[in-house]
């Protein structure tokens, strides 16, 4: 949903804008491409194979920030940015971490259990599933994979690590007794989910920077954002309904809900068939867009 994605953002040739997620660059030459000399892109990633994308041929309005999204009210002021005109998010994982046999966030590869976006961080995926007690983890895996069998899997992993540390994805899918090819991957896949969000805090910073986020946008600017699960989208659809990640409505003397924002497209955009097709990643994506009201 690239185009449907950069068109929330109503670009204005000599806006100030922000993609938080820079991955392969793609968002972020296209904002680019429909920006004048007189305006600017920020672009964010922690991660230094997205670094390695960032050699951009733009003719000084681009500015590459590796950090974590985050900051991003941190680098706004430091680079001397009151306000933006709007902000891009495509969350979730770029695919070619996915595709990265080394970085283990993928069953479909025997990889080190690592997961971090940022390798420059500390915790990995295998010190998640050896050092978090029974309790901690199980809740991990109820929280972030939504599985109703947490404390079941936790129970399994706790009893396994007593033999032998679990360092790879094998190792974690023989524990568990789930392979790559059966019928239950999709619990494969929420098992992973749930380790990759706690490994980089992915809801605590998805909060922080929706947060800012609002801070930031000038009146009319625009939040144009794709999630892949029900956790980050309905962090989203919260703080563009009512101007918290918790949902909770406040309202004024009429009855009416207080909210920094107006929704673009009050039905979610999803990905078309033929998009779906090329790129099955894409069938779970949601495209939500919210205008920043007067505050």
Known sequence: MLKESVDGLNVKPDGIYVDVTFGGGGHSKEILS?????????????????????DIDAEGNFTFVR??????????QYHGVEQIDGLLADLGVSSHHFDDESRGFSFRYDAPLDMRMNKRAGMTAADVVNDYDEERLADVLYLYGEMRNSRKLASMVVKARQRNRIETTQDLMNVVGIKAESRDKKELARLFQALRIEVNHEMDALKEMLL????????????????????????VKNVMK????????????????????SLVNNKVIQPSQEEQQMNPRSRSAKLRVAERVQG
């Open 34 to 54: 429909r920006l004048g000399h007189e305006g600017h892109l920020f672009s964010f990633d922690q991660d230094a194979d997205a670094e390695a994308n960032a």
């Open 67 to 76: 950090s974590n999204f985050r900051y991003l009210k941190n680098w706004m």
């Open 212 to 235: 800012s986020a609002t801070e930031l946008l000038k009146p009319g600017g625009r939040l144009s954002v794709i999630t892949y699960h029900s956790l980050e989208d309905r962090m």
């Open 242 to 261: 009512t101007g918290n990640a918790e949902g909770k409505r406040i309202q004024d003397f009429y009855g009416k809900v207080e909210t920094p924002y």
